[in-house]
Nanobody, 122 residues
Framework: QVQLVETGGGLVQAGNSLRLSCAAS????????VAWFRQAPGKEREFVAA????????TYADSVKGRFTISRDNPKNTVYLQMNNLKPEDTAVYYC???????????????WGQGTQVTVSS
């Protein structure tokens, strides 16, 4: 059973940065894509960013393009989400998922972490 643990969330003011980490319990990341999604209260889970097995292939939601960067360190079984110039609308619980298929759809990912809260104050 693959376990994912997200860390790095917190409360920040608009314009500041946070780096989220997603650590896997085993070498699953070496074999598949990893994505970040987020869910704000009363809203559906939405795609944020994804990175393929090849670190050269990434994709981002339009709302975060140019501000967020996804990266992976396969030897450490960890994927990162660097979030710069945060905005109040970025406030949400952030989840990482993995499952092998590079996609912007949450249903393509089989394993999920418990999430980490990001709150951006104006």
């Amino acid at each position: 059973q693959v376990q994912l643990v997200e860390t790095g969330g917190g409360l920040v003011q608009a314009g500041n940065s946070l780096r989220l980490s997603c650590a896997a319990s085993e070498r699953t990341f070496n074999f598949g894509a990893v994505a970040w999604f987020r869910q704000a209260p009363g809203k559906e889970r939405e795609f944020v960013a994804a990175i393929a097995r090849s670190v050269l292939i990434t994709t981002y939601a339009d709302s975060v393009k140019g501000r967020f960067t996804i990266s992976r360190d396969n030897p450490k079984n960890t994927v990162y989400l660097q979030m710069n110039n945060l905005k109040p609308e970025d406030t949400a619980v952030y989840y990482c998922g993995t499952g092998g298929i590079f996609s912007t759809e949450s249903r393509r990912y089989d394993y999920w972490g418990q999430g980490t809260q990001v709150t951006v104050s104006s």
